[in-house]
């Protein structure tokens, strides 16, 4: 089995068909499917199958596709470390970050970043942490910052707690019920959830139980944040969701907390990675300027 191989296998797996492979890796079709073919009689198996649309692989290649998106990406991450190690600051990072981490972490982590590393790539995708866990899983994406998940993860990643947070009640800047103190007095208004994650009216419906409440009235939900933020700036709806909002520049000035006194604790921030490898000295250093950026903020 050669490298040139996996890496062969893993472009027609990304790039769906054996031409755009070809292109993608710089060589010439009938060299592509020579060293496919040469691979597959090698293991005894089909990976690939035709479909009118390209190339899809079969239960086999599946199988086989992700110890290879492994050692292409570690063989990668270890010409670059070495690069890295050097003094130079060629290669790529990628990360997955949620919108907390955008909002409160990103513009202070960012400039160092790219003051230490100039000429590195980085990817940034925004996401949560069950999007990113099979990339983190096959190397291919570097580490995620955001809320902690709900179900811990498995014992090949580590888990590195930035700071705790807090959910806040927000309307619009002078929403008629900008001076209620409590959410008993705000049962009655029109209530906007998110569609982001399975739970998230659930737990908005069982914040209210917890206090005796009746569910409130739930008339739009938003499958983006964006979505959320829109709907609360053009009408009279509110909605429970992280108090950041009211520190970003994009929203603190349409938007306003309303200072219940119930509490809103929300999953702690926290930076996840792969245990057994360490990252490149790019990818510890972005995580590194996070963790700086981290610690200023929990110190506000």
């Not at 996401?127 to 179900?151: K, N, Q, T, V, W």
């Not at 806040?168 to 705000?186: C, I, Q």
Request: proline share 6%.
């Amino acid at each position: 089995m050669k490298f040139n191989q996996l890496l062969a296998v893993t472009a027609v797996a990304e790039q769906g068909s054996l031409r755009a492979a070809a292109r993608h890796l710089g060589m010439s079709q009938p060299s592509l499917t020579r060293s496919i073919g040469e691979l597959e009689r090698e293991l005894g198996a089909t990976l690939f199958e035709r479909r009118a649309r390209g190339m899809a692989l079969t239960p086999v290649g599946e199988v086989f596709i992700r110890r290879a998106r492994v050692i292409g990406s570690e063989a990668r991450r270890a010409q670059e470390e070495v690069s890295q190690f050097l003094g130079g600051d060629q290669g790529g990072v990628e990360v997955c970050l949620s919108i907390v981490a955008h909002m409160t972490l990103l513009p202070t982590a960012l400039p160092l970043f790219q003051k230490r590393y100039a000429h590195t790539r980085l990817r940034i995708v925004e996401g949560s942490f069950p999007a990113a866990e099979p990339r983190l899983r096959d190397g291919s994406m570097d580490f995620y910052i955001g809320p902690a998940p709900e179900r811990a993860p498995g014992r090949e990643f580590a888990v590195e707690k930035l700071f705790d947070n807090t959910r806040a009640v927000f309307a619009r800047r002078g929403h008629p019920r900008a001076k209620a103190r409590s959410l008993a007095e705000l049962t009655d208004e029109m209530w906007a959830t998110t569609g982001i994650t399975a739970k998230a009216e659930s737990e908005f419906t069982q914040l209210f139980a917890r206090h005796n409440l009746p569910p409130p009235r739930t008339t739009i939900q938003a499958d983006s944040m964006l979505s959320l933020m829109t709907t609360l700036m053009s009408s009279d709806a509110l909605a429970v969701t992280l108090r950041q909002y009211s520190e970003f520049p994009l929203t603190r000035d349409a938007l306003q907390v309303i200072e219940v006194k119930e509490p809103m604790p929300a999953p702690g921030i926290v930076l996840i990675r792969r245990a057994a490898l360490p990252l490149t000295p790019a990818a510890e250093y972005l995580a590194d300027m996070f963790r700086r950026a981290a610690a200023n903020y929990a110190q506000r």
